[in-house]
């Protein structure tokens, strides 16, 4: 298994870590900077496995296969946890949640086609603004960063539903193979 491969395999592995330091008292005062120091690492690995996976070229199809999922196991599951700590509204976990089933959906149809759908600006904004969002809700400072916190709510919420549209928009053509 190469470097690129192994990150994707931490970062799965980071997970229940995660939601361990986020749902129980086990690190005491210091669960909620632990858990952001975990997301943290986790989400700079997503851009470091796909960094050197590139320019080393060790693309391989686990890779292109888990590293989605393993972004999105990790972003899912802690916007799970911040419903249960009330922090994020579930309605809006779940209009993210049901973008990232209509898109992998949308890939596997294409795939089936021979046609590979690379992510768009879009996607990759919304990836980062819904990370940004996390460590904010993570770290629970109040004040400004509660303002701050709500903006990228709604920023993500907001760019989730535009890179979904502009997806299914960009490859409609796949959606007339289907007929």
Avoid at 26 to 37: D, F, Q
Avoid at 95 to 114: D, H, M, P, T, Y
Wanted: glycine share 6%; with cysteine.
């Amino acid at each position: 298994m190469n470097t690129p491969n192994k990150l994707t395999v931490g970062r799965m592995i980071m997970v229940p870590f995660l939601v361990l330091f986020l749902l129980t008292g086990w690190g005491g005062e210091a669960n909620r900077y632990i858990s952001v120091a975990i997301f943290v690492i986790a989400s700079v690995t997503d851009w470091f496995d796909g960094y050197l996976a590139r320019k080393n070229h060790l693309v391989t199809n686990f890779g292109k296969f888990m590293d989605p999922l393993a972004d999105k196991l990790l972003v899912c599951s802690a916007m799970i946890c911040l419903i249960e700590l009330e922090r994020l509204p579930a309605w809006i976990v779940i209009v993210i949640i049901a973008r990232e089933f209509i898109i992998s959906g949308f890939r596997l149809i294409a795939a089936e086609n021979g046609i590979v759908i690379a992510a768009n600006y879009w996607g990759k904004f919304k990836t980062v603004s819904q990370m940004i969002m996390i460590i904010l809700l993570l770290l629970d400072l109040g004040g400004a960063f509660d303002i701050l916190g709500e903006i990228f709510i709604w920023l993500s919420l907001i760019l989730t539903v535009i890179s979904l549209i502009t997806y299914i928009w960009q490859n409609r053509s796949v959606l007339s193979m289907q007929e």
